[in-house]
């Protein structure tokens, strides 16, 4: 039997603790940028920290630049920095390129600095024309292997870099903890260390092993959105979060930490407030944590226009000038103002006001230089992106493909899968021969639409499925109104003709979930699916035939009226898998490829119902024998971890090799895994750990480490993990880290195995 090894701890590092820099110095760099920084006078410092958007500088018929804006923006107000797609939709790279290349002969010639120039590459190259779309975060996630994570980053990087790009507003990290929310699907899930490993790895992927010297194939990363983001109340876009002090520190912060420890450049704000206050006006958040504790010399911008909602929306300032001043202080360096450039004159005026100490401004500034330095912009501000011919190219598409085989999620099967040959098939449903659904927002287009123009040689689910079982029709039943404001909407509802053309077919795959969509367009009333539907599936569901229900969407829409009807003999969860999904949902239908994926969150089975796995003891579970019954589960419709293949497998000798533990050891856990079925497969092992008693309501479970492996029918594996005991202490009821003495239990595959810390530690540093 061969053993499998892995380790990675959520509270890893201890930079702060003994002040090492999250990235290290590097003194010639620093001394570059000191010495720029020391020749630029206030307004050229100022401009330094400003960010426009490229529409500001297009001109009205979006053919190209006007030049004379451009001047007036980098001459006059000496801005940046500058963003976003032309045209509000993805071009070739050499056209990105060339204007990329204009901005930046203009920035050196007006002010003797580089433009830095940043898009959003969400799930690849996303808003380069021919660019590779991997899955979305959330299908990463649910492959629980972040090797697709790694070579995600890399071709992105390298794609975006072949655009003349050199900084990327991702990886969107934050935690999902509200379904309702309509950037669900842009994250690595619930779970904060799932979330850590997967961010971190794309951060080092992206922008390679030294983030003193970003190399030719690697871009800098802003990661985002800092945070609890994905925790609205709500669960409505930009939103306030009402998060406890505790669950901030040890949840919501630990993924930013794991990314700024593995040397990430620069970092996006929360758009709206925790708690009551802005995040960007939280001096304690974006200061003290990030800046302070954990000693890190990187850049903090804001989203897009949130300065200006300090003082028209969040009320906490009364103008513009107050807002940026309130901004700055906390510790904004760049502010994405993306449309007026006067923003500059309010900041010089609150300099000279005393409203901003100069120093705040110098640190501003500083860096910004030195980040541009770090990616090398002032020696290289231009380069040859023909060199670049891999974009595009056979090993970038088979990478995408294999994330999209291993994203997908099998949630029930009678034996109906692998789905035999000679089949008659029918796919409906209105997902059914779409690419925009599959590929989900910040798709060519910020909402994913204009697919017509881009996407014409991918194959959507029924071109996919008729390629690979040749018997195959489509009847949509139901189809979405294409206008992205409308996305929600639905037109040509004819589930007669679909439950017509049912009868006539052996097997039904039923598409259903929803069109693409992003941020606030996505926002919803009722996290139901839609009842056009439900119903298609209801009338399907009386014909008598076997029927697939396939889900292709970004967030889980409840359909417990659905999902237990007769004759729905499969569920699959395939979510957002990107330009090749179509492709790898045939390969895993037909049996060429086997289900590995699982669930990164909680599948909730009612709207008032709402979850995730990692609740609170005490909460009110139906399903709970007793307080402490830890293998209990939520009400839900399917739990987090859910997934199921075409073989089985079996665990066995679950064993730490600890009775007792102290805060200073390391934990070593094995598990035998074996594959008992007839098909090879491959499984995510993933191993919790249970507080049984603590000084506040422990949670239910918390993922502490997993590992992907394959297995032949037969073959059996030792999956060894290493936990670093400090990773089982939680944040108090004071807002300190702490060990308690007590007993824990570990679990993996359904089996649990106690060990017991003998002391307590209370650690004194905001960070372990």
């Not at 018929?61 to 801005?79: F, H, N, Q």
Request: a negative charge; proline letters at 4%; one cysteine or more.
């Amino acid at each position: 039997m061969a053993a499998v090894v892995l380790t990675f701890s959520a509270c890893a590092g201890h930079k702060s603790a003994d002040n090492t820099p999250a990235i290290p110095q590097d003194k010639a760099l620093e001394d570059k940028v000191e010495k720029t920084l020391k020749g630029l006078s206030l307004e050229e410092k100022v401009g330094q920290m400003m960010q426009l958007s490229i529409e500001v500088v297009t001109l009205p018929d979006k053919s190209g630049l006007d030049m004379e804006k451009l001047r007036t923006a980098i001459g006059k107000y000496k801005v940046g920095s500058i963003l976003n797609v032309f045209a509000r939709t993805a071009q070739d790279r050499f056209f990105t390129a060339d204007y990329i290349s204009k901005i930046q002969e203009l920035s050196l010639q007006e002010i003797g600095i580089p433009c830095i120039y940043g898009l959003d590459m969400i799930h690849g190259a996303s808003y380069i024309a021919e660019g590779t779309f991997f899955p979305q975060g959330i299908n990463i996630a649910a492959g629980f292997n972040p090797e697709h994570a790694r070579t995600m980053g890399e071709i992105t990087a390298y794609e975006t870099r072949a655009a003349m790009c050199p900084w990327t507003f991702c990886p969107t990290m934050d935690l999902a903890r509200n379904p309702c929310w309509s950037r669900f699907w842009e994250s690595f899930g619930e779970d904060p260390y799932l979330q850590s490993v997967m961010a971190a790895t794309e951060t080092r992927a992206l922008q390679g092993d030294d983030p003193n010297h970003i190399g030719k194939e690697h871009i800098a990363v802003s990661l985002k959105h800092y945070m609890a983001y994905g925790a609205a109340i709500s669960g409505r876009d930009r939103t306030p979060a009402y998060v406890s002090p505790s669950d901030l520190r040890e949840k919501h912060f630990a993924p930013f930490k794991a990314c700024i420890e593995a040397g990430a450049l620069t970092l996006m704000v929360n758009s709206s407030s925790i708690n009551g206050v802005p995040v960007h006006a939280n001096h304690e958040l974006l200061t003290v944590w990030l800046k302070e504790d954990l000693n890190w010399d990187g850049m903090i911008v804001t989203d897009w226009a949130d300065i200006n909602n300090l003082w028209t929306r969040e009320r906490v300032a009364a103008n513009r000038k107050e807002a940026l001043a309130l901004g700055i202080n906390a510790g904004i360096d760049m502010v994405m103002e993306p449309y007026d450039p006067t923003a500059c004159d309010d900041i010089i005026a609150a300099v000279k006001e005393g409203l901003i100490p100069q120093k705040r401004i110098d640190d501003a500034c500083r860096r910004v230089l030195r980040l541009k330095y770090r990616l090398g912009l002032f020696d290289n501000p231009t380069w040859d992106v023909k060199a670049y011919d891999k974009v595009a190219c056979e090993e970038f598409k088979e990478a995408a493909l294999a994330a999209a085989v291993e994203s997908q999620v099998l949630l029930e099967n009678s034996g109906i899968l692998p789905l035999k040959k000679g089949l008659r098939i029918l796919v409906t449903g209105p997902n059914g021969n779409s690419i925009r659904s599959l590929n989900g927002g910040w798709s060519y287009t910020w909402q994913g639409t204009a697919e017509e123009k881009y996407t014409a040689w991918y194959n959507t689910i029924y071109e996919a499925l008729k390629n690979e079982f040749g018997s195959v029709s489509y009847v949509p039943g139901v189809e979405y109104v294409e206008d992205y404001m409308a996305w929600k909407q639905e037109k040509n509802i004819n589930i007669d003709a679909a439950v017509s053309a049912a009868r006539r077919a052996d097997v039904i795959i039923a598409c259903v979930g929803e069109n693409s969509y992003c941020e606030t367009p996505g926002n919803i009333e009722d996290l139901n699916l839609s009842a056009n539907q439900k119903n298609l599936v209801k009338a399907l569901s009386k014909v008598g035939k076997p029927i697939v229900l396939l889900l292709n969407q970004g967030r889980p829409r409840i359909i417990n009226d659905i999902v237990g009807l007769p004759n729905i003999e499969a569920v699959v969860n395939m979510m957002l898998p990107g330009n090749y999904g179509g492709d790898a949902l045939a390969l895993l239908l037909s049996g060429k490829e086997n289900f590995s994926g699982k669930l990164p969150f909680t599948y909730s089975k009612h709207v008032n119902d709402l979850h995730t796995y990692d609740h609170k003891v005490s909460e009110n579970v139906p399903t709970m024998a007793g307080a402490y019954n830890y293998d209990a589960t939520m009400y839900v419709q399917w739990p987090f971890g859910a997934g199921l293949s075409y073989t089985t497998f079996e665990y066995s000798g679950l064993e730490v090799d600890k009775s007792e533990f102290t805060a200073d050891d390391v934990l070593n856990v094995k598990v035998t895994v074996k594959n008992t079925g007839n098909l090879p497969g491959k499984e995510a092992v993933l191993l919790y750990s249970s507080d049984l008693v603590a000084s506040i309501v422990p949670d239910v479970r918390r993922l502490r480490s997993f590992t992907k492996i394959e297995l032949q029918p037969g073959e059996s594996k030792v999956v060894e993990f290493r936990v670093p005991a400090k990773d089982l202490a939680f944040v108090g009821a004071d807002g300190k880290w702490r060990l308690e003495k007590g007993d824990f239990r570990l679990s993996c595959g359904g089996l649990g195995v106690n060990t017991c810390c003998t002391a307590t530690k209370v650690w004194k540093k905001a960070n372990i």
